[in-house]
């Protein structure tokens, strides 16, 4: 190591990790609500999905305390020792990651929304499944962005076939999509990959499914996808500070 200037300080931490759980949550707020000014919009239309996965409950019992009541999970078994252990509490659980058909049956019954859904096969088994005395589970599609060499997410071509099939199923109420985008610093590409979506969102709108949820935008990047219309940001690194086990 030489004892040059230390540059790091200069570039914008995202981590969130300094600071108390409640510090945290209201930076994350100050975040979205300079955003949702930026954007011209009512702050009522956003909501904060905090991301639990990999932390433990004592975390997410911290963060209740300052208030936060909606937790996203990407792990059926983790999320469900966590709700046991926080079952005092009034959380709503969202499942974001993906879909094992093994799990359906237990995320039906232990979540209010699901995220990810992104195969027919699977929203089928969820609504099947759907335990009689509970709400309507709250689904949105995933999309799968353009440009992403990835993952989930249907591909453009097939979701309004999939959107069709879903709204017409019982036991679930499709609310809208969620999409991953490749993460990038490039704040124009940010906006340019959510543009996309809000567009596929748009399209459905206008074939006259009641949509109201664009569930986008993460601890990088959450800015431009509230200027470009996502409705619930899903945030873990900023609330909880880096994972130190798996992504
Ligand atoms: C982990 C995860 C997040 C949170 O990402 P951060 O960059 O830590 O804010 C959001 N959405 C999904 C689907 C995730 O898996």
């Not at 200069?10 to 707020?29: H, K, N």
């Not at 996203?72 to 094992?100: R, S």
């Not at 759907?130 to 249907?154: T, Y």
């Not at 109201?212 to 609330?239: N, Y």
Request: charge should be neutral; aromatic fraction near 4%.
């Amino acid at each position: 190591m030489d004892n040059g200037p230390d540059t790091r300080k200069l570039e914008p931490d995202l981590s969130g990790a300094a600071g108390t759980p409640c510090e945290r949550l209201q930076a994350v707020q100050a975040r979205i609500a300079a955003a949702v000014a930026e954007a011209g919009r009512d702050a009522a239309t956003l909501r904060l999905l905090a991301v639990s996965k990999t932390f433990d409950a004592a975390a997410v019992r911290d963060l209740a305390a300052c208030g936060q009541r909606a937790f996203g999970e990407n792990y059926v078994q983790e999320a469900l020792d966590k709700q046991t252990a926080l079952q005092d509490l009034p959380l709503e659980w969202h499942f974001i990651g993906p879909i094992q058909s093994n799990k359906t049956r237990a995320i039906a019954a232990h979540f209010s929304w699901v995220h990810s859904v992104d195969r027919l096969k699977i929203a089928e088994r969820l609504s099947a499944q759907r335990p009689l005395g509970l709400p309507p589970l709250q689904v949105c599609i995933e999309v799968n962005v353009s440009g992403e060499a990835s993952k989930g997410g249907v591909p453009p071509a097939e979701l309004s076939g999939l959107a069709e099939a879903v709204s017409k199923l019982p036991g679930m109420q499709l609310r809208g999509l969620m999409a991953i985008p490749a993460p990038t610093p490039d704040a124009a590409a940010q906006r340019a990959a959510f543009r996309q979506v809000r567009g596929q969102f748009d399209a459905l709108r206008a074939r006259g499914h009641a949509l109201d949820t664009l569930s986008m935008g993460m601890s990088g990047d959450l800015e431009a996808a509230i200027l470009e219309g996502a409705t619930i940001v899903r945030v873990g690194t900023a609330l909880f500070g880096e994972r130190k086990t798996y992504a």
